[in-house]
């Protein structure tokens, strides 16, 4: 299913991805070392209860995880890149998180997702993963205006990954999003320009560049969901929700000032 939202929708896409980006904030703004992902999952639970939302994780069943996800935030950690589910764990000076997060707000979902290192032992290696899936996030949205196709913003997101050296894995991507939180069209973070989908507005589209150090391959965890690279490699992971205008891409999951 694509979905082509209405005027009223797109506004309220808006509302949705102010609080998907400012939960993400808050629980950064929280996060130091010590932290337990089993309380960055509560306190994202009491944010999304607190605005009126709905969390899209929490009772979210699918063919790449085992049983419902259970949890209201996906939390990765070091070799983990995925749908990371949050367990028992304080982290530790050094270790790199990656929070992802779609809420529903009014009938519409908004996606996003940001990689930090935890405390003051930040790994150079580290800080460019995450700075290449940035990068590549921002051309990515740079070539998704209309007329454009789906394969324009993968050649885009897969140039500034493939120049930055790391391995692509194509069977997880971008998504379109709407009244649910994985909708068609997909997107990979590489691909052929001129190809798929042609971009209209109204459109919104999930982006989210993801990368593991030394590999594309990729193993499931024992918890059923978490995602890992093969090697134990470090990952990183960065996401943000976009609507398709007439003037152009527009960022939705920004946190407002």
Request: charged letters at 20%.
């Amino acid at each position: 299913m694509i979905e082509i939202l209405d005027t009223r929708e797109l506004a309220q896409a808006k509302e949705s991805g102010a609080l998907v980006g400012g939960i993400l904030q808050t629980l950064k703004s929280r996060t130091a070392v010590g932290t337990n992902l089993l309380d960055l999952d509560q306190w994202t639970k009491e944010l999304i209860v607190e605005a009126g939302g709905q969390s899209c994780y929490v009772d979210y069943e699918a063919s790449f995880g085992r049983g419902p996800f259970g949890h209201y935030i996906c939390t990765a950690v070091n070799d983990a890149v995925l749908h990371g589910k949050p367990f028992d764990y304080k982290l530790a000076d050094g270790d790199l998180l990656t929070l992802d997060l779609a809420v529903l707000l009014g009938g519409i979902a908004a996606d996003a997702a940001i990689s930090f290192v935890v405390g003051e032992t930040k790994a150079p290696a580290d800080l460019a993963m995450i700075d290449a899936t940035e990068r590549a996030l921002a051309a990515g949205i740079a070539a998704a205006v209309p007329g454009a196709k789906i394969g324009d913003i993968s050649r885009a997101i897969g140039t500034v990954l493939g120049d930055a050296g790391y391995p692509i894995n194509t069977e997880f991507g971008g998504h379109g999003i709407g009244s649910t939180m994985h909708q068609d069209p997909h997107v990979s973070n590489t691909g052929r320009p001129g190809r798929g989908y042609k971009l209209r507005p109204g459109l919104l589209l999930a982006l989210e560049p993801w990368v593991m150090e030394d590999t594309a391959e990729l193993v499931t965890d024992k918890d059923g969901w978490t995602l890992r690279s093969i090697t134990g490699c470090r990952t990183a992971h960065t996401e943000h929700t976009i609507a398709i205008t007439d003037n152009g891409p527009e960022i939705l999951t920004r946190a407002r000032s």
